[in-house]
């Protein structure tokens, strides 16, 4: 049985004391969580295995630490057992911190099946307090268990092997533990939002956990190579995921939807057509018909202007990438006999020809190439809010700017680099951009619905919008661009290089 806890009439200190306004609202967030902790603690379900863990597996990791220690020693590995103790010490911050994820999947829709949610919304809380205050209580517990594991750990290994953390190194995990429980819980309570049932919630876990697995491995290689400040890039990134996960979970956060949904409902012939009526974008039969090229502008170029944010960000993010590429180039030099190649217009037409790209086949093998990677790059976008769809489209210009860069040093001419990929790039790169936008706004339809739109009503209108992009402006670039790439950029590569 839940706690009941009055909730005080309090007076909103107005917006103009911003500090005022941050502890009036935390305040009453910590009512929820003083609530939610108490009752944790009273299960003795939730309590044995945090206790279990933070006292059991650090000892285990001492003792396999000292075990592996031992054994590389005698082979003259010392330093892959200095690497593995670290590692572990980041293990055994994150396993207490996965229960968190646990109670924060049946933080609402649990709630829900005890029939104790609805005092809870009821109170006069705001949904940005009832967030904190579940968030903050979802955390608190293993976090806490997190801290007694590392220090249990700390003191094991210093009596066996007698390792000492470097200070950065621990300030390092336990930001990384922190942060770890954030974006979990942030993730785990927008899912209890949407779930009606604690199952459902359990099985869309999945979304949580294995994009967490591949960041531990992540990490684990970052320990493992000892490039410990890259880690400071990946919290700041975490960080940034966790903003915009909290960002989502107040934006569709919806008391009267949490309460009145019964059961999960997909309809998935009906999602369907809505998606096709929306992509068609017709007018009713009484309203005035329109021309093609009017239903172009209004419906394909005006799609365009509502990604303006997108277009500017992965503009942005592809002129930054060519100066990345470029700075990396002084880093990373390739020696300048690399780039002498004899006989250049024998070894080019072969090249060509060995690639296939000469006439239609060619054509069609360039198109299928491009549509393939921003397809994959607009899909990663779509569960990444449109991160990876930016790092996929940034990547060939930084390989363009480290390119040209090395070749300048080496004492070419850069011009041949421009040349072969000038003619066709100019058509390319404002397709990539607008698939880009159209990528970046599905996702941040996610986490900022259009005002009066549930998620799902806003991702068709954007999934829409991206679809008459695709195929009337993005394809028919991507065609001409082929054709240019493989009739017009030859001749005039060549025409450069005899110059």
């Known amino acids: ?60 990791a001492n003792w396999g630490a000292g075990r592996m220690v031992s054994w590389v020693t005698q082979y003259g590995a010392e330093v892959v057992g200095e690497r593995l103790i670290p590692f572990l010490l980041m293990v055994v911050g994150f396993f207490p911190i996965s229960f968190s994820l646990i109670i924060a999947l049946e933080s609402f829709v649990g709630e829900k099946e005890r029939h104790s949610l609805e005092p809870l919304l009821s109170s006069p809380l705001t949904n940005l307090q009832l967030y904190i205050g579940k968030t903050l209580s979802s955390t608190m517990p293993p976090f806490l268990g997190s801290l ?119 309809n998935l012939i009906a999602s369907l057509r809505r998606w096709w009526k929306l992509t068609l974008a017709r007018r009713r039969p009484e309203d005035q018909r329109r021309s093609a090229l009017r239903w172009y502008r209004d419906e394909v170029l005006a799609a365009v202007w509502r990604m303006r944010g997108g277009v500017l960000v992965a503009a942005a993010g592809m002129l930054a990438s060519y100066f990345i590429g470029v700075r990396y180039a002084d880093i990373f030099r390739i020696p300048p006999e690399a780039f002498v190649v004899d006989d250049w217009y024998t070894r080019f037409a072969s090249l060509l020809v060995d690639a296939g790209l000469h006439g239609l086949q060619g054509v069609l093998l360039v198109l299928y190439q491009n549509v393939r990677v921003l397809f994959l790059a607009s899909a990663f976008g779509v569960f990444t809010f449109g991160v990876l769809t930016v790092l996929i489209l940034m990547l060939p210009i930084a390989l363009v700017g480290y390119l040209t860069s090395q070749m300048a040093v080496a004492g070419m001419n850069p011009a041949l680099l421009v040349a072969a990929l000038l003619p066709h790039s100019v058509i390319e790169i404002p397709a990539a951009i607008i698939a880009g936008a159209a990528a970046i706004r599905l996702g941040a339809s996610v986490i900022a619905p259009p005002p009066g739109k549930t998620v799902g009503e806003g991702w068709l209108t954007a999934l829409a919008d991206a679809t008459r992009v695709w195929w009337c402006l993005v394809l028919p670039l991507l065609l001409i661009a082929a054709v240019v790439e493989v009739f017009l950029t030859p001749t005039v590569l060549l025409w450069i290089a005899g110059g």
Do not use: C
């Open 1 to 60: 049985m839940a706690t009941m806890v009055t909730i005080p009439e309090k007076t909103h200190p107005g917006p103009s004391r911003w500090w005022a306004v941050v502890h009036w609202n935390l305040s009453r967030a910590l009512i929820v969580t003083r609530r939610e902790v108490i009752d944790m603690f009273r299960d003795w379900r939730i309590i044995a295995p945090i206790i279990l863990l933070t006292i059991i597996f650090p000892f285990i």
């Open 148 to 266: 007694l594991g590392i220090t249990v750990y700390l003191v094991g290994v210093y009596f066996n092997v007698g390792w000492i953390p470097p200070f950065t190194l621990l300030v390092q995990v336990i930001l990384l533990t922190i942060v770890h429980a954030l974006v979990m819980v942030s993730g785990a309570v927008v899912i209890s939002t949407q779930a009606t049932s604690v199952r459902a919630a359990n099985l869309l876990a999945s979304f949580i956990i294995i994009p967490m697995s591949f960041l531990i491995q992540a990490e684990a290689l970052i320990m493992f190579w000892a490039q410990y400040n890259v880690l400071w890039w990946l919290l700041l990134g975490m960080v940034l995921v966790n903003v915009v996960l909290v960002r989502m979970g107040t934006r569709i956060f919806n008391r009267e939807h949490l309460l009145g949904r019964e059961i999960d409902e997909l």
